[in-house]
């Protein structure tokens, strides 16, 4: 089973038995691993303090690019999707900690991951099924790992070069030596260690977990697009139910009032988030949630302006929201709820 990256994300442990719990799920686990109950930091750890924005940064790669040979499917505007990135908090043989506009993450790997340093920064990059883990050494910014997963792709039946996903787009990438670690099963991922010019260094096993804990502060550049189903409450968390498994999402990004059996989708665009929590067959959310930096779109301040996944858009306050912006500055960070007519239910400070 090596070679396959998997994702269980809202687990989060500081102490060293639970480091070796998770490495030893790491070990054992192929299929999306349950959940763990979610920690919330102030209470099992002490955060470092947010990291500043790291501009995005792509390695320039001489693999390849998949030819145009067909039409493209329409991007599925429920797949998930997620670029974010942390810089190292702490790292252990096998396990590295990073933090992150968003939240903690990890990552850890039984045959990867061994000199990771302080001063690297590390990327996730999720595109439906495909992911990309890029560590890049923060003052040259020089590419130190590439860690690329998704089901095997071949471009002819001499299955001598993969295809897969990078952040730059398709790539085809020649396993060499490595190809007898390369599954058979056409259905499983695999997860392959290539080189900035595009050498496959490796075959490896690596998981990811990442719990979703307050909106970001700056502009992190994270980007992120997530659908899933809410399957359990607890505390101020929701527990979604995703395509890359059960995510935890604290209520200091802005919802409230969700319910179990409700789908809700978020994205993350830098500063902003918004969620929307749907009912039944409803094509259209029962409630919006968007959070971002208070902006006021008059000189009157009877209108408020916050980016939304259509764009940047406009509301009007009533009455309860002009007295609920009375005493509130320009570029405070707020949450604007949203019915389903998109008028504005209330406008609060974001916690």
């Not at 209520?251 to 500063?271: L, S």
Request: aromatic share 6%.
């Amino acid at each position: 089973m090596s070679g396959q990256l998997r994702r269980r994300i809202g687990f989060i442990s500081s102490e060293p038995a639970g480091l070796a719990a998770l490495l030893l799920v790491a070990a054992l686990a192929y299929c999306p691993a349950a959940y763990a109950e979610p920690i919330p930091a102030e209470e099992n750890m002490t955060a470092p303090a947010d990291p500043a924005p790291i501009p995005a940064e792509g390695p320039t790669s001489s693999a390849s690019a998949a030819p145009a040979t067909e039409e493209q499917p329409a991007e599925d505007p429920l797949a998930p999707s997620l670029r974010v990135t942390g810089s190292v908090w702490r790292s252990n043989p096998g396990i590295v900690f990073l933090q992150t506009p968003i939240g903690v993450l990890s990552l850890s790997s039984k045959t990867a991951l061994r000199d990771v340093k302080t001063s690297h920064k590390i990327t996730l990059s999720v595109n439906g099924s495909n992911t990309a883990v890029d560590v890049r050494d923060r003052r040259t910014g020089s590419l130190v790992h590439r860690y690329l997963s998704g089901i095997p792709r071949y471009t002819s039946g001499e299955k001598q070069d993969l295809l897969l996903w990078t952040p730059e787009g398709d790539q085809t990438f020649a396993p060499g030596a490595y190809a007898a670690k390369i599954p058979d099963d056409a259905e499983s991922p695999i997860a392959l260690e290539v080189s900035e010019t595009g050498t496959v260094k490796g075959v490896h096993d690596l998981q990811f977990d990442l719990q979703i804990s307050q909106a970001p502060k700056a502009d992190s550049q994270t980007r992120m697009r997530l659908h899933g189903t809410i399957s359990k409450l607890k505390s101020s968390f929701v527990f979604l139910d995703t395509p890359l498994g059960v995510v935890t999402v604290s209520a200091k990004t802005g919802v409230r009032n969700a319910k179990v059996g409700q789908d809700m989708t978020v994205w993350i665009h830098g500063d902003h988030v918004a969620i929307d929590l749907y009912q039944g067959d409803s094509a259209a959310p029962v409630r919006r949630f968007l959070s971002g930096r208070l902006v006021y779109a008059a000189s009157d301040k009877n209108s408020v302006m916050l980016w939304t996944p259509e764009g940047d858009k406009t509301f009007q306050a009533d009455h309860r929201g002009k007295s609920s912006l009375a005493s509130v500055k320009e570029g405070t960070p707020i949450t604007v709820e949203l019915d389903q007519q998109g008028e504005i239910v209330e406008i609060r400070r974001l916690n």
